[in-house]
């Protein structure tokens, strides 16, 4: 696609449950990142695929999160039994990869946990 | 973990009027780039400085970079009230992988 899909864009839960936010990157694109924005707070790294290297996990919060990709395209980001402060927009983001490369931005899945 | 840090963290000014940013960052690097970001979705790139530069120039937007004193700043002149929305600076830490500052929320008064 033209650009970084991602989807649900809106996601309402409840607490405990499971849920999965998907991410479709631009076609080519190497290099694949997921942040965490809560409301008016910065951007937290959460986790970032390069090429087949093994994904750079040192961002995410617990072990209740998890993300894969596949195929070196797809990425999925999965909160397990999901609590109150798991409410956030996460962002999606991908790049050439390299150093200096401007990563592009889908506009984010907003989950709250209810 | 974040490794900028934004200052101010929210600026208010009138139209016309320049709006100054500045970053600070921990560690070496090889580029820092600029981003804006509004209503809380996706962010967009604005400019990239490598770290052998001092000074670059995009439009209304002007960018330093002071690696002795590990800061940036992004000047945007002649501001906008469409020029209204939070900014951040990201860099690469020793690898490619982006980690973004606090960020600036900026609000021009027309």
């Known amino acids: 696609g033209a650009g970084v899909s991602q989807s649900p864009s809106n996601k309402v839960t409840e607490k405990g449950k499971d849920v999965e936010l998907r991410c479709d990157p631009i076609s080519g694109h190497t290099a694949l990142y997921w942040y965490r924005q809560s409301l008016g707070q910065g951007l937290e790294f959460l986790i970032y695929?390069?090429?087949?290297?093994?994904?750079?996990k040192s961002g995410l919060p617990s072990d209740r999160f998890s993300a894969e990709r596949t195929g070196g395209s797809v990425s999925t980001l999965t909160i397990q039994r999901t609590q109150q402060e798991d409410s956030a927009v996460y962002l999606c983001?991908?790049?050439?990869?390299?150093?200096?490369?401007?990563?592009?931005f889908g506009e984010g899945s907003w989950l709250t946990v209810v | 973990s974040q490794q900028g840090e934004e200052d101010p963290q929210a600026l208010s000014i009138q139209e016309g009027e320049n709006a100054t940013m500045n970053c600070s960052y921990k560690t070496s690097i090889n580029n820092l780039q600029w981003y804006r970001q509004n209503s809380g979705r996706g962010l967009v790139h604005l400019i990239l400085i490598r770290s052998n530069e001092r000074e670059k120039h995009s439009g209304r937007l002007r960018v330093t970079l002071d690696t002795s004193k590990k800061s940036s700043s992004l000047l945007i002149t002649a501001s906008r009230a469409a020029d209204t929305a939070s900014y951040f600076c990201a860099t690469a830490p020793g690898t490619d992988k982006l980690i973004f500052g606090t960020g600036t929320r900026l609000q021009v008064f027309p």
């Open positions: 695929f390069q090429g087949n290297s093994a994904p750079d």
């Open positions: 983001a991908s790049s050439l990869g390299g150093y200096g490369n401007t990563i592009y």
